[in-house]
C-alpha cells in the first residue's frame, strides 16, 4: 500500500532550475521523515536532504547547500526539492525515502535509515 513517486525530472542546462515533487500514499505521512538520495552508476547512492516530520528541521548535504530546497505539505502528502543553479555534477536518478519518525534526533542522513523509497526520477545537467 505504501507508495512514493517522484515527478518533475528532466534535461536542463547548467544554472537553470527543477522541481521536484514526491507524492505519497498509504503512508501516516505527518509521521514521515522524508529525505531524497541521489545516485549516478558505479557510485553509492549519495544524500541529498532530509526534512523532519513537523517540517521544522532539516539537514543537507554539502555539495547542495545553499543550491536545494525541500520543503513538505501536510495538505497534499506531498514534499518538494527546488534544484537551482544546477550544476553537471547534480546528473543522477533522485530518489524519494520515507520512513515514520517518533521525533528522535536523527537526522536521516543514512539510507538505511528510510524503509520506503520511490522509483526515482532522472535529472540531467548539460553544460
Known amino acids: 500500500q505504501a507508495q512514493l513517486v517522484e515527478s518533475g525530472g528532466g534535461l536542463v542546462q547548467a544554472g537553470g532550475s527543477l522541481r521536484l515533487s514526491c507524492a505519497a500514499s498509504?503512508?501516516?505521512?505527518?509521521?514521515?521523515?522524508m529525505g531524497w538520495f541521489r545516485q549516478t552508476p558505479g557510485k553509492d547512492r549519495e544524500f541529498v536532504v532530509a526534512?523532519?516530520?513537523?517540517?521544522?528541521?532539516?539537514s543537507y548535504a554539502d555539495s547542495v547547500k545553499g543550491r536545494f530546497t525541500v520543503s513538505r505539505d501536510s495538505t497534499k502528502n506531498t514534499v518538494f526539492l527546488q534544484l537551482n543553479n544546477l550544476k553537471p555534477e547534480d546528473t543522477a536518478v533522485y530518489y524519494c525515502?520515507?520512513?515514520?519518525?517518533?521525533?528522535?534526533?536523527?537526522?536521516?542522513?543514512?539510507?538505511?535509515?528510510?524503509?520506503?523509497w520511490g522509483q526515482g526520477t532522472q535529472v540531467t545537467v548539460s553544460s
Open positions: 525515502a520515507g520512513t515514520p519518525s517518533l521525533g528522535s534526533s536523527n537526522s536521516y542522513r543514512r539510507a538505511s535509515d528510510y524503509n520506503t
Open positions: 498509504g503512508v501516516p505521512f505527518s509521521i514521515y521523515a
Open positions: 526534512i523532519s516530520r513537523s517540517g521544522g528541521s532539516t
